[in-house]
């Protein structure tokens, strides 16, 4: 079995920062895609952000370039979201999941293996 745990949630005002971690345990080995997904309250999920295997590719959606930074540690078999510039509408539950195939089919929402439990972001006026 195979475990996605998030940290780093909280409130933020905007134009703050906050760090998202995503550690996975368990029955996992090997190099992965991973990424994170957000669902805003009576929203759908939607992608965020979402790194390849080796850490080499990126991608984020729109409404979070230039301001949101995926990274990872293999090592650690951590992903990591770095979010500057925070505004009321990234408030939202963020998830983390480890993708079935690419980190560019992530973005353009294939299949997912594994799912965190999500954690919450508030970003206040």
């Known amino acids: 079995q195979v475990q996605l745990v998030e940290s780093g949630g909280g409130l933020v005002q905007a134009g703050g920062s906050l760090r998202l971690s995503c550690a996975a345990s368990g029955r996992i080995s090997g190099n992965y895609p991973m990424g994170w997904f957000r669902q805003a309250p009576g929203k759908e999920r939607e992608f965020a952000a979402a790194?390849?295997?080796?850490?080499?590719?990126?991608y984020y959606a729109d409404s979070v370039k230039g301001r949101f930074t995926i990274s990872r540690d293999n090592a650690k078999k951590t992903v990591y979201l770095q979010m500057n510039s925070l505004k009321p509408e990234d408030t939202a539950v963020y998830y983390c999941?480890?993708?079935?195939?690419?980190?560019?089919?992530?973005?353009?929402?294939?299949?997912?293996?594994?799912w965190g439990k999500g954690t919450l972001v508030t970003v206040s006026s």
């Open positions: 999941a480890v993708g079935h195939t690419t980190a560019q089919a992530m973005a353009g929402y294939g299949a997912m293996d594994y």
């Open positions: 790194i390849s295997r080796s850490g080499g590719a990126t």
